[in-house]
């Protein structure tokens, strides 16, 4: 029989328009298989609310993969070691997989190149990061351009079916998924994720239908948190199960207001198109005065660090987003704007630390978009809203009609009116916290500390 090849999957979990599969699959017998690694990412291995994902969605390819007579082998242990030695076990000289944007998955790609014949190929982003470029032959810093230059190579080809699959002659051996404990146990704090998500190519694909219906009306429904009008597909693009051009070509004739979608579509491969430029760019404030901003630190802001992850801040549109994010591991992408300047401009605690906990806790934490976003949110980033931009929570609650949202995630205010749930006041009911600061003065601290920052 011929020699296998083995399919090295990342945040690729899919069949369908899955180029390193459809690759592999026409040269031989296939092995696929995901490596937990998390030596190679160090500190930035993924956070608790993603291994519950990925728990759920290894488990759904497995059982995709059963259905065509496939099999998903699991290993654990450091890319290249691991897959030199399946390598040698296997009798395997080729890897296919897709190419990744993360720092650590590009120094990985390169070390498993160095024992390997690695071909990876692109499937992850509407066009490769990296191959967006001026008229001088630079890579664009600025979204806008970025977005009308990206439109010129858009739309995507089609997306291609599952290919067929053979089977090597004999399957190397695999780790069990339950021994890999990616699930809480004590305590089981998954609940509010199991209710609302279904990980898996199948779970995207309903999403994906469901959306489609809706898409037409997503301008206008985008930015109401108490509406379901974002598409909710992102935990589901995150992990590779649709493809952005599966998504790409489902909704762009919607009609209505889709082109508003196929925009944060967009804004997906411009993130990764800075991280692919600026590899340290979660860790680093792009622009450099930044690095002098007087954050707070010590034991108060750790205390309202803390009443900000927890959402007791006062604030009932801040706290819905940070309880909404600790049930189901997705938070509104209007609140995540509102939650974000909140933490670095009210509460004066670098950009970082929110960045830290969305990438434990989202099922969506994209290691671009989150750095970006939160750059952006900081007014630190390449391309980014200004600090002394200053969002009042008091205001943009009533102004996106969150009341709704409030009363779900924020039951001791159910029932308040909605005249005076976005602002309790005296009527603020026993249990909930009085506000950690209040607006007026968190913006005077905001803006004397950007003032501060200037002057040195």
């Not at 005296?426 to 601290?445: C, D, M, S």
Request: one cysteine or more; a neutral charge.
């Amino acid at each position: 029989m011929t020699t296998p090849i083995i399919v090295w999957l990342r945040r690729d979990l899919r069949l369908a328009d899955q180029p390193a599969f459809r690759a592999a699959g026409a040269r031989g017998p296939v092995i696929p298989v995901y490596l937990l690694d998390d030596e190679t990412p160090k500190h930035r291995k993924m956070g608790a609310a993603s291994r519950w994902w990925l728990h759920h969605s290894l488990a759904n390819l497995a059982a995709d993969l059963e259905q065509v007579g496939s099999r998903l082998i699991l290993r654990r242990g450091k890319c290249d070691e691991v897959l030199a030695a399946l390598a040698a076990e296997s009798g395997a000289r080729e890897v296919h997989g897709l190419h990744h944007v993360e720092p650590w998955w590009r120094n990985a790609e390169r070390a498993v190149g160095k024992v390997l014949d690695l071909m990876l190929h692109h499937g992850l982003y509407l066009a490769p990061p990296g191959s967006v470029l001026t008229g001088g032959g630079t890579p664009f810093k600025i979204y806008t351009p970025f977005w009308r230059a990206l439109q010129e190579r858009l739309p995507p080809a089609p997306p291609l079916p599952a290919p067929k699959l053979t089977a090597p002659a004999s399957w190397p051996a695999s780790d069990r998924l339950e021994d890999w404990h990616l699930l809480p146990t004590r305590p089981d704090w998954a609940g509010g994720m199991r209710a609302e998500w279904t990980p898996g190519e199948g779970g995207a694909a309903e999403r994906l239908e469901t959306f489609t219906r809706r898409a037409a009306r997503y301008a206008e429904r985008r930015n109401l948190p108490s509406m379901i009008g974002t598409s909710r597909l992102s935990p589901h693009l995150h992990f590779g199960e649709v493809s952005p051009a599966q998504v790409w070509h489902a909704v762009a004739n919607a009609g209505g207001s889709v082109t508003t979608f196929l925009g944060e579509l967009g804004w997906r491969d411009y993130a990764a198109n800075v991280i692919h430029q600026f590899p340290d760019y979660a860790a680093r404030s792009y622009k450099e005065e930044f690095e002098h901003l007087p954050w707070r630190t010590g034991p108060e802001a750790e205390a309202d660090l803390m009443a900000w992850q927890q959402g007791r801040t006062g604030y009932p549109i801040v706290d819905a987003g940070m309880r909404e994010l600790w049930a189901t591991g997705w938070m509104h992408n209007r609140v995540r704007m509102i939650v974000a300047s909140f933490l670095i401009k009210h509460l004066l605690i670098d950009w970082r630390r929110g960045e830290e906990w969305f990438w434990d806790t989202l099922v969506d934490a994209d290691h671009a978009q989150n750095a970006v976003n939160w750059q952006w949110s900081a007014g630190s980033g390449v391309d980014a809203n200004m600090f002394v931009r200053i969002m009042a929570p008091l205001t943009q609650s009533p102004k996106f009609d969150a009341a709704g949202y409030i009363r779900q995630w924020v039951p001791e205010l159910a029932r308040l009116g909605d005249a005076e749930i976005h602002d309790p006041g005296l009527l603020r009911p026993r249990g909930y916290p009085a506000k950690i600061i209040e607006h007026v003065v968190g913006r005077a601290r905001a803006l004397a500390a950007h003032a501060a920052m200037k002057a040195v």
